[in-house]
């Protein structure tokens, strides 16, 4: 951090990323030189023989020469990106100069190369020299064209699209458009803006290519939108983010260690959440079953593949619900809702398997057991339900009796008032319960569907008060707080454990990405040792890395966002930092006089930002956190219920369990387990009473 400059333009590496790709590099090209040179050494009175033997001879000396060279400044290369640490490249100011000699050697390596192919085809016309000759020499080229390949990529991977050559966009990257005037610094501003909306607009296309619908392009731009927003305003690489968080980890870790030592005790009262757990347990399994045949051969490897087998014969049957989408998916797909819920296919009303941006799948059916009218929607499984996750702008929520803003999630807003245009507009809702008139419907999702669940319900709560929603494991940037708060009455989500998405939104990400840039700029270390070490740490628990363990405040920032650095002295970069003024901290920013910091940005910088109201997890949370875990080969935890309010989810917790805390599979253990704790607290409780 900073990214690396060099060729009049900014790439997405920095300086320090250089020690592992060009130990890479020194290898393979220290590996062709032994070869060559145990040949060349071996075979020299023989290449005298041949006619050809002055040109093989020239070759190998040639090559050993430039391969040689070319070791001297990678070794070079590699010690200048060992040097300093992630907030101070001082020390690796030379390395453009070494970036630059190297370059320099691609013009006779690559020249050596061609006359050597030239070489080896007249050599192969005078058959006098041995057949190894040839063969050495077409191993050599083939091993140096490799190579020339594999930096090919690594330079296709580095390049920045945003990196322009242009003054203007240099200084917009690094933050210092203070010389000019206010119309040309807004000026400079937008065309940035504009620049990177266009870079994130094309790479979403790129990544979407087989998605093509008339919501497409809108939900392209929204998607650009955030993504620019998010990563304008940094000068941060891949690399640092990647140490960033390894040190997240180790800090979390020992935060959770003190933690644990200061409070032994354990909650205590799990009887009372009982009903709620059993009936979370229960509904779980719709919000299973709304991923169809996919999850459900996942969950049932040998049993799932029957699934294949009979959905020719379930077809030919006379269906008792309407079906929407592809005629050839249904018959795997109501088949693993019915394996997974138990109920009967008379039981299913509406089944929708159409898949589109903004538009999920999700079926309605009834559960006799409970008496219940189920409205189950599907999680992310597709590109598409991908686009309605990041289309993460904030919208307004028009809801009756409910005071205050009302925001929500820009995506899941259109999700959900498609399927309330299904079930209200379309009647569904009204001939279900005129079959059904005494039941009361329930709505439940997990991730995507949790969220479009939750909001669903709020829509559909003016007109069905007796509604309940469980939402597992929705995400946190969902709504606003008057929303989540009105949601308390009737929305009870899950969260297992160290879940990453009910902590996501673009405020968490936001919170993110400071306290990444605030921990490496504490660690003492270089970036190839934070990460060595990182991974032996995430492998075998150790090898940690040492940082300033005291707690992480925003405003203690010592690592620009934007930054620069005046290259005449040897200090670390200085900060101006725009995201502390998207999070209101202009006073704190205001407080540092230190001469490490520039000037406030401007009201006009200022005024540019995107300024986003706080979303929240929906309803009353139910967290089943981890009271115990063993560290095995299997990881074993013992969970534990309780209420939790929706700001102990506003920060990304790191974590290897981050993802897996996510899974069905993980929160359906929690529950299992998390109810049976509840049972026998209930049976030690009830016990005294009936010896009585």
């Known amino acids: 951090m900073p990214g690396l400059r060099a060729f009049g333009r900014r790439w997405g590496v920095a300086s320090d990323d250089l020690v592992f790709p060009g130990i890479a590099e020194i290898v393979a090209r220290l590996v062709l030189w032994i070869i060559i040179a145990v040949f060349y050494g071996r075979y020299k009175l023989d290449l005298m023989l041949c006619t050809s033997g002055a040109l093989v001879r020239h070759f190998f000396f040639g090559l050993l020469l430039i391969v040689a060279a070319i070791i001297v400044i990678l070794a070079s290369v590699v ?46 016309r005078k058959p006098d020299c041995a057949e190894n000759t040839v063969g050495a020499m077409q191993a050599s080229l083939a091993l140096s064209c490799l190579i020339l390949i ?7 991977l580095a390049f920045d699209p945003l990196g322009s050559s242009g003054s203007e966009a240099v200084a917009a ?92 005790s354990s909650p205590s009262g799990m009887q009372e959440l009982g009903p709620e757990l059993l009936n979370a347990k229960y509904y779980v399994k719709f919000a299973s079953a709304a991923y169809g045949w996919p999850l459900y051969i996942l969950q049932h490897p040998i049993s799932g593949l029957r699934l294949f087998c009979r959905h020719s014969s379930c077809r030919r049957t006379t269906r008792e619900y309407e079906l929407v989408g592809s005629e050839m998916q249904w018959g795997r797909h109501t088949e693993a809702i019915l394996g997974v819920t138990g109920l009967q296919p008379r039981d299913l009303l509406f089944v929708s398997f159409q898949n589109a941006i903004y538009q999920i799948p999700f ?19 597709s590109l598409r339900d991908l686009l309605t996750d990041l289309s993460a702008e904030c919208e307004k929520l028009q809801v009756e009796n409910v005071e205050g803003d009302c925001y929500a999630h820009k995506g899941m807003v259109q999700a959900a008032g498609y399927i309330f245009h299904k079930l209200v507009k379309e009647g569904i809702l009204n001939d279900a319960f005129r079959i059904a008139p005494d039941y009361n419907l329930v709505i439940t999702g997990h991730s995507l569907g949790a969220g479009v669940a939750a909001l669903l319900a709020t829509l559909l709560h003016p007109l069905y008060p007796n509604l309940c929603c469980y939402a597992f494991a929705p995400p946190s940037g969902l709504v606003s707080r008057s929303l989540a708060d009105y949601g308390n009455r009737f929305i009870v989500s899950l969260v ?65 966002l934007l930054a620069h650095q005046d290259s005449s002295e040897d200090q670390p970069l200085v900060c101006t930092t725009w995201g502390a003024l998207a999070g209101g901290n202009v006073d704190r920013w205001q407080s540092h006089t230190g001469p490490s910091f520039g000037e406030s940005p401007s ?37 534990q219920a309780s209420w939790e309010d929706a700001m102990a989810f506003q920060n990304i917790r790191i974590s290897p369990r981050m993802f897996t805390d996510h899974t069905l599979h993980t929160l359906v253990l929690a529950l299992d387990q998390v109810c049976q704790a509840a049972h026998g607290e209930a049976v030690r409780d009830a016990s005294p009473n009936d010896s009585l």
């Not at 690796?92 to 050597?116: A, D, K, N, S």
């Not at 594999?150 to 296709?156: D, E, N, S, V």
């Open 173 to 264: 990257a690094q933050g210092l458009p203070y010389n000019l005037e206010g119309s040309e610094t807004e000026q400079l501003f937008q065309g940035v803006r504009q620049a990177a909306t266009r870079v994130w607009a094309t790479r979403v296309r790129l990544l979407c290519c087989c998605v093509a619908s008339e919501d497409a392009a809108g939900a392209f731009d929204h998607v650009a939108g955030v993504m620019r927003d998010f990563f304008m305003d940094t000068d941060l690489v891949a690399s640092d983010i990647a140490a960033g968080l390894s040190l997240l980890h180790q800090y979390h870790d020992n935060e959770e260690l003190q933690a644990f030592s200061t409070n032994v």
């Open 496 to 560: 297992v454990g160290k879940d990453v998405v009910p902590r996501l939104s673009l405020s968490s990400m936001e919170d993110l990405k400071q306290k990444i840039v605030e921990i490496i700029a504490r660690s003492s270390r270089p970036k190839y040792q934070i990460l060595f070490r990182g991974f032996c740490y995430e492998i075998f628990g150790s090898c940690g890395v040492e940082y300033d363990e005291s707690p992480i405040h925003h405003s203690s920032l010592l690592q620009p």
């Open 603 to 639: 009201a006009i910088e200022s005024s540019l930002i995107t300024q986003r109201p706080a979303l929240f997890p929906p309803g009353k949370i139910l967290y089943l956190s981890v009271a115990e875990e063993k560290k095995t080969w299997r990881s074993e935890c013992r969970y």
């Open 363 to 381: 079926f309605v059916a009834l559960d006799h057991g409970k008496k219940s009218l189920i409205v189950a929607i599907r999680g992310t499984l």
């Open 150 to 156: 594999a930096t090919l990529i690594f330079l296709a």
């Open 79 to 124: 010690y200048t990106s060992m040097k300093g640490t992630i907030n101070n490249p001082h020390p690796r100011r030379r390395m453009p100069l070494l970036i630059y000699l190297r370059t320099v050697l691609y013009v006779p390596e690559f020249t050596w190369l061609l006359l050597g192919l030239s070489w080896v085809f007249e050599v192969q």
